[in-house]
């Protein structure tokens, strides 16, 4: 090869590496401009999803007052799963201490639209795979705390379904299944599933190494190892919208729900008893406790917040099984599909009598263009990427084997019904953000206010609302009616007891948090 050649050849490398790094660098500018933008309001035409089909409460749907409250004690801005809760948690503790309490929830969109309308319908929390980083942040005691604060969830909500009656959730424990792809992400959760037996002994799970668990579930010989543990699935809308029928009911004009009303600004120019003004497009609407539930969309009224926290829009799908039974549990069974550290699916399967139903398939987060950063800083859930729905739509005959074909005759085709996306929040440390916000964080607070109103929040769940939303609205109602220390008895949906006892500390926006927050230290986190 002459001189020249390999000239042009180092050449050659030298550019395409040049090129790479000037590729990564406008990736980066393009993520870090995004997220200096901040949220908007949810778009009023987003994608469709499966959840929000048939619902079980029409009459909900955009459910709204002949005319906009003109004062209310608490505004709660969100009817999810959040929302739901902390007016629950209000309502029941007014009526406690006897005392009477007027709610205005106010959504942009249709009822239960936005996130928990949106996700996998899983109730999981994967103590394996985040009790290292939480043990590196906050040591061994506090990381066993907010571990087991995930876990009840399962048993809160299922709790909840079943002494309420609320049959249409299909809220069922279920045994999950975790698929590893990779060998290093296998052996770093059994080692870390071994010490949780110590430290978190009501975890039980399973360990499957490759063999064993390609003949147990029936998977490829792709699956390197298998975990099993106890998990939860649910159809959330239907819980969510069953919670407001039920306090629509019990609690006549303590409550309105008003959909399809944005929440444009807010100011602090009402009187001294009600000093917050939100205004929309339906009028103006003012009380003296304002509380930020919308998740993801919070840097909308709380500019501040937008470099503590950002968007992140991800995929589902609901696909028809056809041939396939997963071995026929009928809905007893979830899976999560683990490819490597942070990069997995996750699936659910409807409660059918056959084996048939509905499979609930979502992630594939990493398999956009840019490895996810191009769905980072995006708050609009009108769209899907159309990598991101390939995986999704592709991905179960990759990783479950079936001794008969797709496709061949008398067999039903597995096939893609629906695929949508859904905004949800990312904060700088992984952690939700819950409690009384300061008038740093807001802008307002310096003008009528008085100690006895404020803003509250709680939202940013990184993915994980099913396992932190519940109980986090809960606690936050507990907060507003200033009932911390009270020994509460225990009800459906509430653990009881004080607050302090289940709630960890470690969730509350507090100064010196919002001070060391930064979204890009997201990055450590991954």
């Not at 993915?463 to 911390?484: D, P």
Request: aromatic share 8%.
């Amino acid at each position: 090869m002459a001189l020249s050649d390999l000239i042009q050849q180092s050449w050659k490398t030298l550019r395409t590496a040049f090129k790479t790094l000037l590729d990564l660098n406008r990736t980066f500018e393009a993520l870090v401009a995004r997220i200096n933008q901040g949220s908007s309001l949810p778009h009023r035409d987003p994608t469709h999803s499966y959840w929000l089909e048939n619902p079980p409460f029409p009459d909900l749907v955009n459910i709204q007052s002949e005319k906009l409250p003109a004062q209310r004690d608490v505004v709660i801005i969100g009817s999810g799963i959040t929302g739901a809760a902390v007016a629950r948690s209000l309502l029941q503790e007014s009526q406690r201490k006897n005392q009477n309490i007027t709610i205005t929830v106010l959504e942009a969109r249709d009822i239960c639209s936005g996130a928990t309308g949106r996700n996998g319908g899983h109730i999981k929390a994967s103590p394996h795979e985040t009790f290292e980083r939480l043990r590196a942040k906050f040591g061994v005691e506090r990381a066993v705390a907010l571990t087991r604060f995930q876990l009840h969830h399962l048993e809160c909500l299922t709790d909840l379904c079943q002494r309420e009656d609320f049959q249409q959730a299909e809220c069922r424990v279920v045994e999950t299944v975790d698929l590893f792809f990779d060998q290093k992400t296998f052996d770093d959760v059994c080692r870390t599933a071994s010490e949780l037996k110590t430290l978190v002994p009501e975890h039980e799970g399973s360990i499957y190494q490759a063999a064993e668990a390609q003949k147990k579930f029936a998977v490829s010989d792709q699956i390197v190892g298998a975990y099993s543990y106890k998990a939860g699935a649910l159809w959330p809308y239907r819980l969510v919208t069953s919670v407001w029928s039920e306090l629509l009911h019990e609690y006549p004009g303590q409550i309105t729900i008003e959909t399809n009303t944005p929440v444009l600004t807010v100011d602090e120019e009402g009187t001294s008893d009600h000093p917050r003004n939100m205004y929309t497009d339906r009028g103006v609407i003012s009380c003296k406790h304002l509380v930020h539930a919308t998740n993801a969309y919070m840097g909308h009224l709380l500019p501040n917040l937008n470099k503590k926290a950002t968007g992140l829009r991800a995929h589902m799908s609901a696909q028809n099984p056809g041939q396939y039974s997963y071995q026929g549990f009928h809905g007893d069974r979830s899976w999560s599909l683990i490819y490597g550290p942070d990069d997995f699916d996750y699936m659910t399967q409807r409660p059918s009598s056959d084996g048939t139903g509905d499979i609930m398939l979502g992630g594939g987060a990493f398999r956009s263009k840019n490895n996810a950063i191009d769905q980072i800083g995006i708050w609009d859930d009108s769209r899907t990427d159309a990598i991101t729905s390939a995986h999704l739509a592709g991905i179960l005959p990759v990783v479950f084997s079936h001794k008969e074909k797709e496709g061949e005759k008398g067999n039903r085709s597995r096939y893609l019904q629906q695929h949508w996306s859904g905004i949800i929040s990312l904060t700088g440390d992984s952690l939700p953000f819950v409690g009384k916000l300061d008038p740093r964080i807001t802008a307002r607070g310096s003008g009528k206010s008085s100690k006895n109103s404020s803003e509250w929040i709680s939202a940013g769940y990184n993915g994980e609302g099913m396992v932190f939303a519940w109980l986090c609205g809960t606690a936050l109602g507990i907060m507003i009616m200033g009932s911390e220390q009270d020994d509460i008895p225990a009800s459906p949906g509430f653990p009881g007891g004080k607050l302090d006892e289940w709630f960890p500390q470690e969730l509350l926006l507090d100064s010196k948090r919002y001070d060391r927050l930064d979204i890009l230290d997201l990055a450590d986190q991954l």
